[in-house]
């Protein structure tokens, strides 16, 4: 099993910044890929960035240019910096690792943090 705990989230204004972190724990050597997801009121899950074991990265449209994932493997430590942040950036965000769990893939999430933006 993986664990997953969030940190970072808060109030800022339009514009401004905010890093994210989230802590992994347990089977980290089972881990393929870790993202970051968001989720606004009435809206569905979405991904906002992804990166693989090997350092590759993609991003959501909206958020191309603004936000950066980063992980450092010897911390077991994931990222996401977000600069110039928008109001329609507010959301719940969510850490999540994709591992091999006994045979089959499986995801883990962490608790979520909540990132508001004010105009």
């Known amino acids: 099993q993986v664990q997953l705990v969030e940190s970072g989230g808060g109030l800022v204004q339009a514009g401004g910044s905010l890093r994210l972190s989230c802590a992994a724990s347990?089977?980290?050597?089972?881990?393929?890929?870790m993202g970051w997801y968001r989720q606004a009121p009435g809206k569905q899950r979405e991904l906002v960035a992804r990166i693989t074991s090997g350092g590759n990265t993609n991003y959501a449209d909206s958020v191309k240019g603004r936000f950066t994932i980063s992980r450092d493997n010897a911390k077991n430590m994931l990222y996401l910096q977000m600069n110039s942040l928008k109001p329609e950036d507010t959301a719940v965000y969510y850490c999540n690792a994709h591992f091999l769990g006994g045979l089959n893939w499986r995801d883990s999430w962490g608790q979520g943090t909540q990132v508001t933006v004010s105009s």
């Open positions: 347990g089977s980290i050597f089972s881990i393929n890929f």
